[in-house]
């Protein structure tokens, strides 16, 4: 069930001062409310009904803040009411490409993304997925999680090696057909990049290293050298004192 969108026009031009909703507004939230109260497990409708109350400032009447009144009329958090409102716009890009996330959960880890991202993450996780009896792909939050993180890997890498060595960029693959082999691929990627780093990681250690050593030698250097010309000082003093009484006693 989707909410009947009002026209603005509809709503009062002039909010009161004590905030008393117009009649077209006092309906929109009843009908909102109600579908927040029916389907408090349906991330999606409960979302569109927290964003239409928010955007209109349908609480106004009895609550200061948005964030009051979800506390207060639902005992949700600030926190949960951002990710079913994100959730909502997760929903709306990705219903155009035929199947959309079906718990806030998932829909919570592409929220972050931006648009491209969510598009191709989101393929390629439902590509990957293991399949039910029905042969329904069985999408987790989790390994929606495990796309993402290696997306991220590849898209620091500049794009995604497309197997004969050219690298494509990110957005070829939302219009790619994405198989289990372009996933193992970017596994493949991503192992490199981590053994890449490591590699450069161990480059950097050694040479910050050896400029610690050398740094020491060269104050170990220049200390002897000052201990030696202290030294040659001294053996001079002691011959001058030695030819000096030897000059007296003469």
């Not at 409960?46 to 209109?56: F, K």
Request: proline share 4%; glycine share 6%.
């Amino acid at each position: 069930m989707r909410l009947k969108v009002i026209d603005e026009t509809q709503l009062s031009a002039k909010l009161p001062e004590e905030g008393a909703l117009s009649p077209a507004e006092a309906e929109l939230l009843a009908s909102c409310e109600l579908l927040i109260a029916a389907g408090l497990q349906t991330f999606y409708e409960v979302g569109c009904a927290l964003l239409e109350i928010r955007d209109a400032r349908l609480y106004r009447s009895e609550f200061a803040t948005f964030e009051e009144y979800c506390h207060k009329r639902w005992d949700f958090t600030p926190q949960h009411a951002g990710r079913l409102i994100r959730a909502v716009n997760v929903v709306n890009l990705l219903e155009p490409m035929g199947s959309i996330p079906t718990t806030e959960r998932q829909a919570r880890e592409l929220a972050p993304l931006d648009a491209e991202a969510q598009k191709a993450v989101w393929q390629i996780a439902v590509a990957t997925a293991p399949v039910s009896d029905q042969g329904r792909p069985l999408v987790t939050a989790a390994h929606i999680k495990s796309v993402v993180e290696v997306l991220t890997d590849v898209v620091r890498s500049g794009g995604l090696d497309d197997g004969e060595g050219e690298m494509k960029p990110l957005g070829t693959l939302i219009d790619a057909a994405i198989t289990e082999t372009t996933y193992e691929r970017m596994m493949r990627q991503k192992e490199h990049i981590k053994s890449s780093r490591e590699f450069r990681d161990k480059q950097a250690e050694e040479r910050k290293l050896q400029k610690s050593l050398d740094g020491l030698a060269s104050i170990a250097n220049t200390t002897l050298a000052e201990r030696c010309q202290l030294l040659c000082g001294d053996f001079r003093e002691v011959m001058q004192d030695i030819e000096a009484n030897r000059n007296v006693l003469v």
